[in-house]
């Protein structure tokens, strides 16, 4: 139970650290790249600032030439790979006019690749290799509907923030490892004083159990003793008050009984055995006798495969099966009761299943609680123990129970059993 709720509380440190890192490295990250981008932007609208006097002057600007000037369709293009910003001025046809350019080549998909664009809007745009930041300038009117391009190089920019968002997700693996070791060792404990609590608790139900069976069988057969001391007769109310005595002590004698047991269970300390059970014949004599206790208007249906053999403890089992059969009995008023008996592979599956009152969707999934009762079956004698009891057998034997139910309709509970080895 302990290492459910550490793996539980790990779980949940390492979910809600994973969430905090993300949104807080997601938020340094993208004021990173904006930042980054703006700067860039400033920077191109600063070249354009420059560019753009020489252009409205007198529509080219001054510039040295060198030996990488490109001649294309008698209009100029002057290509130098090391300058970092470039430009292109376009007649409104999208024809070239002339440019300065640092990717070989650009000048020819440039218009294209800004087509859709409205001018003033920074956008980035992939060409061969190539990230690139490009702004579409309208030229004054004077330039007869002439517009620029102007652009950089955010390739190295885009490299870096790749770099930097890659450190952050190992950043975040590393972390939430870290974090989840951390958690389940803090978890563990923070849990110990609980353990402690828990475990004196377990061994207080357990003395107090064991101290009080004794005085109480004392106290049983001193009501025993009176019941048959012919001497000092009980007039008839106390004959009464004497039988409901008797009945309200046996009452708490199986509640100490159930107790004690679910304490050693959770102490690991039932001192079971490990038989070879003989257990189509176990249950087929249980069923039978118990046949003989119900009422006419309930039916047993027996479907029990013969010489399945199981390793484990007979009392228990035989316990777990007076427990399902007498509540199938208890909460059946008229029907049957049907159990069923089957092995497959490694499995062996015994079902206890009754048209009786059946079970509410909102009681059902409570009924292996300790001292649950559904409200309305109170009238009921019972302490509200018996299926904790099952659960507790089953599981000792390594098994599965689960139970279906519909109100009204009836109810069935299903129990596997994995075939052990006698060692
Ligand atoms: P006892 O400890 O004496 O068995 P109990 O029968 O009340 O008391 P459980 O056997 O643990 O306690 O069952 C818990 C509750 O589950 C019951 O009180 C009853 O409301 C419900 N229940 C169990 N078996 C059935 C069944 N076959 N049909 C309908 N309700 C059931
Ligand atoms: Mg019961």
């Given at each position: 139970m302990f290492r459910k709720i550490q793996r539980k509380l790990t779980i949940q440190y390492a979910f809600f650290f994973l969430l905090f890192v993300l949104l807080l490295l997601a938020t340094l990250y993208i004021s990173i790249s904006t930042i980054m981008q703006?700067?860039?932007?400033?920077?191109?609208?600063?070249?354009?600032?420059?560019?753009?006097?020489?252009?409205?002057?007198?529509?080219?600007?001054?510039?040295?030439?060198?030996?990488?000037?490109?001649?294309?369709?008698?209009?100029?293009?002057?290509?130098?790979?090391?300058?970092?910003?470039?430009?292109?001025?376009?007649?409104?046809?999208?024809?070239?006019?002339?440019?300065?350019?640092?990717?070989?080549?650009?000048?020819?998909?440039?218009?294209?690749?800004?087509?859709?664009?409205?001018?003033?809007?920074?956008?980035?745009?992939?060409?061969?290799?190539?990230d690139?930041?490009?702004?579409?300038?309208?030229?004054?009117?004077?330039?007869?509907?002439?517009?620029?391009?102007?652009?950089?190089?955010v390739t190295k920019m885009h490299h870096l923030l790749e770099r930097v968002m890659y450190a952050f997700i190992i950043l975040i693996v590393i972390g939430t490892l870290c974090i989840a070791f951390l958690s389940h060792y803090l978890a563990g404990k923070a849990m110990v004083p609980i353990k402690k609590t828990f475990e004196?608790?377990?061994?207080?139900?357990?003395?107090?159990?064991?101290?009080?069976?004794?005085?109480?069988?004392?106290?049983?057969?001193?009501?025993?003793?009176?019941?048959?001391?012919?001497?000092?007769?009980?007039?008839?109310?106390?004959?009464?008050?004497?039988?409901?005595?008797?009945?309200?002590?046996?009452?708490?004698?199986?509640?100490?009984?159930?107790?004690?047991?679910?304490?050693?269970?959770?102490?690991n300390?039932?001192?079971?055995?490990?038989?070879?059970?003989?257990?189509?014949?176990?249950?087929?004599?249980?069923?039978?006798?118990?046949?003989?206790?119900?009422?006419?208007?309930?039916?047993?249906?027996?479907?029990?495969?013969?010489?399945?053999?199981?390793?484990?403890?007979?009392?228990?089992?035989?316990?777990?099966?007076?427990?399902?059969?007498?509540?199938?009995?208890?909460?059946?008023?008229?029907?049957?009761?049907?159990?069923?008996?089957?092995?497959?592979?490694?499995?062996?599956?015994?079902?206890?299943?009754?048209?009786?009152?059946?079970?509410?969707?909102?009681?059902?999934?409570?009924?292996?609680?300790?001292?649950?009762?559904?409200?309305?079956?109170?009238?009921?004698?019972?302490?509200?123990?018996?299926?904790?009891?099952?659960?507790?057998?089953?599981s000792?034997?390594q098994?599965h129970?689960?139970?279906?139910?519909?109100?009204?309709?009836?109810?069935?509970?299903?129990?596997?059993?994995?075939?052990?080895?006698?060692?």
């Open positions: 703006q700067q860039q932007v400033q920077e191109l609208q600063l070249f354009f600032g420059k560019e753009r006097y020489h252009i409205e002057k007198d529509d080219e600007p001054q510039r040295e030439h060198n030996k990488d000037d490109k001649i294309i369709d008698g209009r100029k293009i002057e290509y130098d790979a090391n300058r970092a910003n470039f430009y292109y001025v376009f007649t409104k046809n999208n024809e070239l006019v002339h440019g300065d350019e640092s990717f070989y080549g650009l000048y020819k998909d440039v218009a294209h690749l800004m087509l859709d664009v409205k001018a003033g809007d920074p956008q980035t745009v992939e060409w061969k290799d190539e690139l930041l490009l702004i579409k300038y309208q030229l004054p009117i004077s330039h007869n509907g002439n517009y620029m391009i102007i652009g950089q190089s004196r608790q377990r061994k207080f139900v357990s003395d107090a159990s064991h101290e009080l069976r004794t005085p109480l069988s004392v106290f049983y057969s001193s009501l025993e003793v009176l019941e048959n001391d012919d001497e000092n007769r009980f007039s008839a109310f106390g004959q009464e008050v004497l039988i409901d005595l008797k009945k309200e002590t046996q009452h708490m004698e199986a509640l100490l009984e159930g107790l004690l047991f679910l304490a050693r269970f959770d102490q300390k039932l001192t079971t055995t490990k038989e070879n059970i003989a257990l189509s014949e176990l249950v087929n004599n249980i069923t039978k006798a118990f046949e003989r206790t119900l009422p006419d208007s309930i039916q047993l249906k027996i479907q029990i495969d013969n010489n399945i053999h199981f390793v484990g403890d007979e009392t228990s089992i035989r316990e777990l099966l007076y427990i399902l059969l007498e509540n199938a009995a208890k909460f059946t008023e008229k029907g049957f009761i049907s159990v069923s008996l089957t092995s497959m592979n490694n499995y062996i599956k015994l079902i206890v299943e009754d048209t009786g009152i059946g079970i509410t969707q909102h009681d059902l999934p409570h009924v292996f609680d300790r001292f649950y009762q559904v409200t309305k079956n109170r009238q009921k004698k019972g302490t509200g123990l018996g299926l904790s009891i099952a659960q507790a057998i089953v000792h034997h098994g129970i689960s139970v279906e139910s519909e109100f009204g309709q009836g109810t069935k509970f299903i129990i596997s059993l994995p075939i052990l080895k006698k060692d």
